[in-house]
């Protein structure tokens, strides 16, 4: 039996998961997977690792999907649920799914692509909830693969990437450890369930340390703040959009109100931040509204979390902090040689918590590896007082421009610091002159709307950065261009510039 279910399996009628109005007791969660594990079997003794899609909303109907794929043999690949069904093919296709398993309001929209492709179709509400095993279950070893999720695809087409139940074992109980997650623990889940953040980070840590996890039905500020009133939550992981939307909602109430809220929040053990920068100007106001210091970590799909801000210790604003237990992390220059002290680099990661392949992509797989088998992230960053400080990925956030190597993220930071901006995407469009032009795009707030002038923020810019690191253009959105789990998509960002150029 698999770790996660051997820890299950010891809580017994505890509350594992609240949703839909209801709790459910490990117990119910174990014994529902199995039943479903059973029906995916159809028969057969072991699913051989075939990949099982589904579409299910987040709650227990999720967790006992996913428990009853890895539990029958299968590998799990969660679809988005936001998705046109284009996107969702294309993920069917690429890893060449037998089964697909979708909740009743989902079923609409693979119902006609599963029966002309021949594939088995299973919709929750018509299954029921029974929990008679119906054969036995194979036993599953830790080499087995597990998962396969897909990158954003911000820069070319998604790559599939894949997890054995090693590499899961590793993120969790990495974490457990460095987080300090204990039974006692209750966690709401805010985040998307076809990313690493959610399904590791929240459900996975707590359903592996036996602790609570609670679901929204969709996201709402004053739900959940209403669900910290009534003082079960202690541990609360989001991204930064959700704590900038928090914050915001926060700002509408009175300050009685305020005040009854942050006291609410402060009982919490545990806030953390990611899967994308965290601007400074977010730390800084959600600690006074909350009196937290977020603890802001680095990961990505391919290794779940590498480096984290310490449980104990100092976090330091604007630094994801020092490799977590189990995690070798180098920086180093093109060559991939280690870079000398106070020099930025790009992350290399080695460590059990590193994916196994890209799905069917070997020639991907073997070009993201070193020769001696460190990850290349892709990631620029540096070390400071023993912290890490990201400065962009590579590609995107790293610009050359007239000579010097920029960081976007860098002046994206001083951007925000403006008054009359909300917030900004910088990005480096192709120039002749200056081999990269530096370029911003940003959201302005409501009261400069009528007034905002290019001139008076370029004279402010040049008093906060050097004059090189200064935007040549600015375009002004409504807002930026974002991905699921609310990372601005630079591309896109790029594309409305160039647009706008032609």
Not at 107 to 136: C, M, P, R, W
Not at 242 to 257: C, G, H, N
Not at 476 to 501: C, D, Y
């Amino acid at each position: 039996m698999l770790q996660i279910f051997e820890q299950a399996t010891k809580q017994g009628g505890k509350i594992a998961i609240q949703s839909n109005g209801q709790s459910y007791t490990y117990t119910a969660l174990i014994n529902s997977s199995k039943h479903l594990a059973s029906v995916l079997l159809n028969q057969q003794k072991d699913l051989q690792q075939a990949r099982v899609a589904f579409m299910v909303h987040p709650g227990f109907d999720y967790v006992r999907t996913l428990w009853a794929i890895w539990q029958a043999g299968g590998v799990a690949v969660p679809l988005c649920l936001t998705y046109p069904l284009p996107s969702l093919q294309y993920v069917l296709e690429d890893t060449g799914a037998d089964i697909i398993v979708v909740s009743d309001e989902y079923a609409v929209i693979l119902n006609d692509y599963a029966k002309e492709h021949q594939l088995s179709f299973y919709v929750l509400g018509q299954l029921g909830n029974a929990t008679t095993i119906l054969n036995d279950l194979p036993t599953i070893k830790v080499d087995r693969n597990a998962l396969i999720l897909y990158t954003s695809g911000t820069t070319n087409l998604p790559k599939g990437v894949v997890t054995t139940h090693a590499n899961i074992e590793a993120q969790i109980s990495t974490l457990i450890k460095a987080w300090e997650w204990n039974a006692s623990d209750h966690t709401i889940c805010v985040l998307p369930l076809h990313h690493v953040h959610g399904i590791i980070n929240v459900v996975g840590c707590s359903m592996w340390i036996g602790a609570t996890c609670t679901f929204l039905e969709s996201f709402s500020a004053e739900e959940i703040f209403q669900i910290f009133e009534k003082g079960d939550i202690n541990v609360f992981m989001a991204v930064p959009t959700i704590y900038f939307k928090l914050i915001a909602y926060l700002e509408t109430l009175d300050d009685r109100k305020q005040v009854q809220l942050k006291k609410v929040m402060q009982a919490f053990r545990l806030m953390v931040c990611g899967s994308a920068a965290l601007p400074v100007s977010v730390m800084e106001k959600w600690g006074k509204m909350s009196g937290h210091t977020l603890l802001e970590r680095y990961g990505m799909t391919e290794l779940g979390m590498a480096i984290s801000n310490p449980y104990h210790g100092v976090r330091k604003a604007g630094y994801v902090g020092i490799p977590l237990p189990s995690v070798e992390v180098k920086l180093v220059d093109e060559q991939y040689h280690e870079v000398e002290k106070g020099m930025p680099g790009e992350i290399i990661v080695k460590g059990p918590n590193v994916f196994k392949e890209y799905w069917q992509k070997p020639t991907a797989t073997q070009e993201s590896f070193t020769m001696d088998g460190w990850f290349k992230t892709g990631d620029i960053a540096v070390v400071e007082e023993g912290y890490y400080r990201i400065m962009g990925r590579s590609s995107v956030d790293i610009i050359k421009s007239g000579g010097y190597k920029i960081s976007a993220l860098e002046i994206e930071e001083v951007l925000r610091t403006n008054e009359s901006i909300d917030d900004c995407a910088v990005v480096g469009i192709a120039d002749d002159e200056w081999g990269e032009l530096i370029v911003a795009a940003i959201v302005l707030k409501d009261f400069a709307q009528s007034t905002f002038d290019t001139k008076v923020l370029n004279d402010w810019f040049v008093q906060q950065m050097a004059g090189y690191k200064k935007p040549r253009k600015y375009i002004v959105l409504k807002e930026l261009p974002r991905n699921a789990m609310g990372k601005v998509v630079k591309n896109e960002v790029k594309k409305i510039f160039n647009q706008s150029i032609l």
